[in-house]
């Protein structure tokens, strides 16, 4: 890796590694933002720089963490004066309280404010701003990013057609896009195409789909940013024998799943729909979820509940956050099968394994990174893909982790922005969700071996989703005309399972629009390829009939 960059990511590696010892430093955190933000990550910056606020509340709020936050700023601020040769002398409470209060607090309100701008959550910097100037009012860069902030708001609601005179702060944009990424810090990845990951992953296959086996494939790169490659190496599943069309071959249960509605209506582990009239299991101590079956309830008693019983948050949201809300809730039951489990979020067995559709892209070759001056491009000309919020990004499961008794400063190496990124982008190209009456979505789950299915606009297997997930060989393929003649239905042996990630009777311009997402890139299977070029050959002749002018 280049130089500067390989140099200012081991910097970076240094303060986490401090972080076991000095949980309660503000310090600390503000060196983590500062080294987020120069690297080009302004949203993992966001994280550093308001759990300084939190830890900067709790030596001046006398907070549940309040002892180990004074005692760590007195240590911090005598280790600052031994370092610039003041005049040293005993640091008292008050002297760590006063240091807090004025210069930890303006920088952590500086980075957080400019970060959120950066990352388009103008309304979260709008309001930290406006703390910020209450606490610091002759400080000249929180009056300059009042300029810059409704300068934004109003070129938004213009380019909308709206007015900023009658937008309320409410109103104002909240989420952006930021780096989606494999961290180079990130050490729980897998090498996915090792022989150790696809035995193991063959193990678990083994019950869930004995006739089906993971490989190493190629597929072609859709991100249309990526100009240097066509292909990209990628896992897929495929048929070992031959299967015969109906047949079942795969049933898969997660405990990953997320119910966006009132529970009584879903199993809250396998979210399986619930009889009316059938009599279900709840747990005794909150009574608020509900289960399908004993087993269901026991999985849950001992993968998960227990840290989140008794514990509520929000689930509604307005129409355009559904589906992000979705994601954060099965962001938390990741945290609570984590916990319950005692192990890193990132190392699940319903995470590890599942494709986080990052960039890919070598960023030595990226412009702006062998420069040492701050980058003029917050994100250092790296492509955004990752929705980002601060309310779903850091706020939300910051919130839910400290309602599970879970203490977030010991805890960052497992609960950290670039964890919640991570897992966000996992779920993102995965999850599969299902939409209630009124077209918002209603549950989500995560099945890592139903996942690692590709697409194509031809499948030759449907999947069912009611509690377990299933896939079952399609009976008849679509129908479409440029298809090849031979192709019955049925899988041969070495064949590849395709799935679908989009309704396949739409047409061509839909169904592509419809897959975008999951597939990252417009779908250039065979049939789109050829309908398509139908579609064109169309307005080629439509045009060539048009009288001339
Ligand atoms: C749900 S995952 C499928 C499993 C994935 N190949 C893996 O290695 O885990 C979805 C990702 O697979 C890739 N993919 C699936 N179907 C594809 C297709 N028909 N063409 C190109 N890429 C595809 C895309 O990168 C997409 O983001």
């Known amino acids: 890796m280049h130089n500067v960059l390989s140099r200012k990511i081991k910097g970076l590696e240094e303060l986490q590694r401090c972080l076991p010892d000095q949980p309660y430093s503000i310090i600390l955190r503000l060196k983590l933002a500062k080294a987020f933000k120069a690297l080009g990550y302004p949203d993992l910056a966001v994280g550093d720089a308001y759990k300084a606020l939190l830890l900067i509340d709790e030596v001046l709020g006398e907070g549940e963490y309040y002892e180990e936050a004074l005692r760590t700023a007195k240590s911090d601020l005598e280790s600052i004066q031994a370092n610039t040769a003041q005049d ?32 388009g959550c103008l309304r979260s910097a709008f309001k930290y701003n406006s703390r910020a100037l209450r606490e610091f009012p002759n400080t000249d860069h929180f009056k300059s990013y009042r300029e810059i902030l409704a300068f934004k708001v109003k070129s938004y609601f213009e ?19 930021v780096r989606r990424e494999l961290y180079p810090w990130n050490h729980h990845e897998p090498n996915r195409f090792s022989p150790e990951t696809i035995r193991l992953l063959n193990e678990e296959m083994k019950s869930a789909g004995p006739k089906l086996e993971v490989k190493v494939t190629t597929l072609p790169l859709l991100a249309s940013w990526n100009p240097t490659s066509s292909q990209v190496k990628q896992l897929g599943i495929f048929a070992k024998e031959e299967v015969s069309p109906g047949e079942l071959i795969l049933r898969e249960k997660s405990l990953l799943t997320a119910v966006a509605r009132l529970h009584e209506f879903y199993c809250d582990a396998c979210s399986k729909k619930l009889d ?6 709840t747990c005794d101590d909150c009574n608020e979820v509900f289960f399908c079956s004993e087993e ?27 589906p992000d809300v979705l994601y954060s809730l099965l962001l938390i039951r990741a945290m609570a099968l984590a916990e319950v489990q005692g192990a890193h979020p990132l190392d699940l067995k319903e995470v590890r394994y599942i494709w986080g559709d990052y960039h890919g892209l070598n960023l030595d070759r990226i412009s702006c990174v062998d420069s040492e001056e701050y980058p003029k491009d917050p994100f250092r000309s790296v492509p955004q893909t990752l929705p980002f919020s601060f309310n779903l990004n850091v706020l939300n499961p910051l919130n839910i982790l400290l309602k599970m008794d879970v203490n977030i400063f010991e805890q960052s190496h497992r609960y950290d922005t670039w964890i919640f990124n991570t897992l966000y982008a996992k779920f993102r190209g995965t999850a599969s969700a299902e939409q209630g009456r009124d ?57 590849e399972v395709l799935s679908h990630y989009c309704d396949v ?44 002018a």
């Open 276 to 281: 009316e009239d059938a009599v279900t299991l």
């Open 505 to 548: 009777t739409l047409p061509v311009k839909e169904r592509r629009e419809w897959a975008a997402g999951a597939l990252g890139g417009e779908c250039v299977c065979a049939r789109c390829l050829w309908e398509e070029a139908e579609e064109n050959k169309d307005k080629d002749d439509t045009a060539k009939l048009q009288p001339r």
């Open 296 to 322: 269901c309830l026991e999985l849950a008693q001992s993968q998960y509940h227990p840290v989140l019983c008794g514990v509520s948050f929000e689930k509604k949201a307005r129409p355009s956050e559904a």
């Open 159 to 177: 380019a909308n057609g709206e007015t900023l005179d009658v937008a309320d702060i409410e109103e104002y944009p909240d989420k952006g896009l």
């Open 88 to 119: 040293a002398f005993e640091v008292e409470d008050q002297n760590a309280v006063d240091w807090a209060k004025t210069s930890c607090s303006e920088c952590a309100y500086e980075i957080l404010v400019s970060c959120l701008i950066d990352c």
């Open 439 to 495: 077209g918002r979505p209603e549950i989500g789950a995560v099945h890592p071996l139903w996942s690692l299915a590709n697409h194509s606009c031809n499948p030759n297997v449907t999947w069912e989703w009611q509690g377990s997930i299933k896939f079952l060989v399609r009976d008849s393929l679509v129908e479409w005309k440029g298809g090849e003649p031979k192709h019955q239905s049925g899988l041969l042996a070495g064949e």
